[in-house]
């Protein structure tokens, strides 16, 4: 029976690995074969210390960040200016190349893992069994869920529970030779949600659109026109989008992936803790979820390492911090949508300052 079993390979699985590895622990790290997908993300400078704990800070450079040179916005009146709620630098991030990397430093540590998924889990006093989507099972002491939204651990007993469905659209694209663009990173709201833009490493624009699933315009997803023409009814956006010479009709193809509030009603659930997305999945507008993730995985493994020596101290510690941290976090969101008001009359507005009528 493995001591810790860590389900999932994202950001908080891997520095939950890596965490018991540096405590003397080996864990059985279990998730599919490597594959993130490129967002145009940002690593707030909150991760500095728990990348230094895993001596990972190594692994920034110029193939997987760029240094951030602040957030400027279009938000609760027309002009653009520099965002009053995000002052602080970071790191627009090649989300895909930073992972590899850090899975390749989990490999050359000889940690353990299976390439499949865990389907369902079974659990006695002394025990958690994982049963695998290969037909095989494990047993574990302790489980560690970090399986991102679809939080495999979750069920009657800890039931997800979504607070609206903001979901994000967006295409990747390539500078023209001899165009540069500010590091920095662009928000701007509009009627029907708001537009995110951002560089990458390796000379690249991240454009993406934010909205409920119920708003998002009929044929979208194939309309690379309808794409161009939404993008070109924004001021600073469209503006910026110009002066790099990107034509956003010239998208190969748009992806679309979940960008709401997920919350459990349980972080811990006898012998399985949460962390990650699969704890807690957040409204990317406050720019923290990576670092929450690297965080929370740090914080699961210590509290697994206190669980195996019978002790709950760092568990209790951990469960308060992030439940303290996630009703800030929640208070801020809500100051950030309360703070653009040209919008009363739209249904994505309304719905996050209290005076839709629709439920979630």
């Known amino acids: 029976m493995h001591e810790v079993v860590i389900l999932g390979a994202g ?21 599919p074969g490597h594959d993130v997908a490129n967002r145009g993300e940002t690593l707030s400078f909150r991760a500095s210390p728990y990348l230094e704990s895993l001596d990972w800070t190594g692994l920034l450079d110029a193939e997987t960040a760029i240094a951030c040179q602040g957030r400027y916005s279009v938000w609760g009146r027309a002009a653009l200016r520099r965002d009053t709620f995000h002052r602080e630098s970071g790191w627009h991030i090649d989300r895909q190349r930073l992972e ?31 049963d695998l989507a290969n037909g095989s099972s494990i047993e574990a002491e302790f489980v560690v869920d970090c399986t991102g939204r679809s939080a495999v651990t979750a069920g009657s007993e800890a039931p997800l529970r979504r607070l609206d469905k903001l979901v994000a659209c967006y295409g990747i694209f390539d500078l023209e030779d001899g165009a540069e663009a500010v590091p920095a990173t662009l928000v701007e709201a509009v009627a029907t949600g708001w537009w995110y833009m951002s560089v ?67 972080l811990i659930d006898h012998r399985i803790v949460r962390a990650g997305d699969a704890a807690s999945a957040l409204d ?54 309360a703070s653009e008001h040209r919008f ?17």
Request: a positive charge; proline letters at 4%.
């Open 11 to 31: 950001l908080a699985g891997m520095a939950c690995a890596r965490t018991l590895l540096r405590r003397g622990c080996r864990p059985l790290l279990i998730a």
């Open 100 to 130: 590899q990397r850090m899975a390749d430093s989990l490999d050359a540590d000889g940690v353990e893992r299976l390439s499949t998924e865990a389907r369902q889990l079974s659990r006695s006093p002394t025990r958690v069994v994982v």
């Open 200 to 266: 990458m490493p390796r000379d690249r624009i991240l454009l993406g659109f934010f909205t409920d699933s119920d708003l998002l315009p009929a044929g979208l997803r194939k309309d690379m026109h309808l794409w161009a023409h939404m993008a070109s009814q924004t001021s600073a956006v469209s503006a910026r989008l110009a002066s790099l010479g990107i034509d956003v009709a010239t998208c190969a193809q748009l992806q679309f992936a979940p960008a709401s509030t997920v919350t459990t009603s349980k």
């Open 284 to 337: 990317p507008l406050g720019a923290n979820g990576l670092a929450t993730a690297l965080w929370s995985g740090i914080q699961a493994a210590e509290s697994a390492m206190g669980l195996l020596a019978r002790n709950d101290t760092a568990l209790r510690q951990y469960e308060r911090q992030f439940l303290e941290g996630i009703a800030s976090y929640l208070a801020t969101q809500s100051a950030i949508y």
């Open 344 to 360: 009363p009359d739209a249904s994505f507005w309304r719905q996050r300052n209290g005076t839709s009528p629709e439920g979630i």
